[in-house]
């Protein structure tokens, strides 16, 4: 079963904020948020992730909701580069153990457009 | 190498034979994932590896498929008696740990012919 729902695609005007929205209302409490991303042809590429409070870098900023059920990955002036599919996933982050497997779902294709 | 490295780049087998996909993962990463995409699909997981940990195979789609890791570092994913339907890219990736941030190669294009 896909632990998260993400719309399966999108468009941003490029210069523009691109917010992309991600649903995962069963996480656990020991489950993070992350985000890859996969521009055409390429291997997927880490963006960011978070347990509870926002976090932000040079790529992108996450936003995840007081009750943790779903988060926004916000690119804050989207570039035509920036036109990739966007995965949210939710995993364990401890270390040892078999737990914290990196499942990939459908994502959200997000076109930017100029 | 800096990155994570997967050989060959390409690859075209007849049916029916056995291939083998190489993956060199980053110095001291003690995750590994395989994975396989078809044209315009998503990412598949196949397997994926942690430290001394028992490898979570649940995503090995045939009994054709294995995958070994020697030394905890290279991985090697084996085909045997490929059919058409496993073309597709194959992609590695590596991570410090189970929650660190994953690092993926550029994959080896399997052609099944």
């Known amino acids: 079963d896909a632990k998260t729902t993400q719309p399966p695609s999108m468009d941003c005007a490029e210069g523009r904020a691109a917010n992309l929205p991600c649903n995962h209302s069963?996480?656990?409490?020991?489950?993070?948020v992350y985000w890859y991303r996969q521009i055409h042809s390429q291997g997927p590429q880490y963006i960011i992730h978070?347990?509870?409070n926002n976090e932000t870098n040079e790529m992108a900023s996450l936003i995840i909701t007081e009750d943790r059920k779903s988060s926004t990955l916000i690119l804050p002036h989207a570039t035509l580069r920036d036109t990739a599919v966007y995965y949210c996933?939710?995993?364990?982050?401890?270390?040892?153990?078999?737990?914290?497997?990196?499942?990939f779902g459908k994502g959200t294709k997000l076109s930017v457009k100029p | 190498g800096a990155g994570v490295s997967q050989s060959p780049s390409n690859k075209v087998t007849e049916k029916g034979k056995d291939v083998e996909l190489r993956c060199d993962p980053i110095?001291?990463?003690?995750?590994l994932y395989w994975y396989r995409q078809s044209l315009g699909q998503g990412l598949e997981f196949l397997i994926y590896?942690?430290?001394?940990?028992?490898?979570?195979k649940s995503g090995l789609p045939s009994d054709r498929f294995s995958a070994e890791r020697t030394g905890g570092s290279v991985s090697t994913l084996t085909i045997q008696r490929t059919q058409q339907e496993d073309s597709a890219v194959y992609l590695c990736?590596?991570?410090?740990?189970?929650?660190?941030?994953?690092?993926f190669g550029q994959g080896t294009r399997l052609t099944v012919v």
């Open positions: 990736a590596s991570s410090l740990g189970q929650g660190a941030e994953a690092f």
């Open positions: 069963t996480i656990s409490g020991n489950e993070y």
């Open positions: 978070g347990l509870k």
């Open positions: 996933i939710v995993r364990v982050a401890n270390y040892g153990g078999s737990q914290g497997n990196l499942i």
């Open positions: 110095s001291g990463h003690t995750a």
């Open positions: 590896f942690q430290g001394n940990s028992a490898p979570d």
